[in-house]
């Protein structure tokens, strides 16, 4: 028997005024897959799995400090979600073609990742992360 206590999932919950531009980037740029669907017209949903999650607790200062390093153009606010992918770059400008936008990088970190910095459509800001030398290993 499972603990009933124990977190199994992290979703976010995005609210999107364009959601085809949404999926555009996440769905068709990224390669999220759908796993469920619901509704119709104004009204409709996706999940999109996206690997393994993680909760990353910075203070105000320190998210600075990373806003600083990806060379941001603007602040992340109190949410970003960050995407661990093989080639940080390329991802990202294949997420730049289907219509986000780019707000910094790609720039390699003190921690030894190459991030760049995107504006998804809805203005949810999005670090795309890979491990330095990453990209030429896979």
Excluded: C, K
């Amino acid at each position: 028997m499972q603990d009933e206590t124990v977190v199994r999932e992290l979703r976010l919950a995005l609210t999107i005024d364009d959601l085809d531009a949404a999926l555009a980037v996440f769905r068709d740029a990224l390669g999220l897959e759908v796993s469920e669907t619901w509704g119709d017209g104004d009204e409709r949903g996706y999940v999109l799995p996206a690997g393994r999650a993680t909760i990353e607790l910075l203070s105000r200062g320190e998210a600075r400090r990373v806003d600083e390093v990806e060379g941001s153009s603007r602040p992340a606010g109190p949410v970003r979600v960050a995407l661990h992918v093989g080639d940080s770059a390329a991802v990202a400008e294949a997420l730049v073609a289907a219509g986000a936008e780019r707000l910094g990088g790609p720039v390699v970190t003190p921690w030894n990742h190459r991030n760049v910095r995107l504006a998804a459509p809805g203005g949810l800001q999005l670090t795309l992360f890979s491990e330095v030398g990453e990209a030429l290993t896979q």
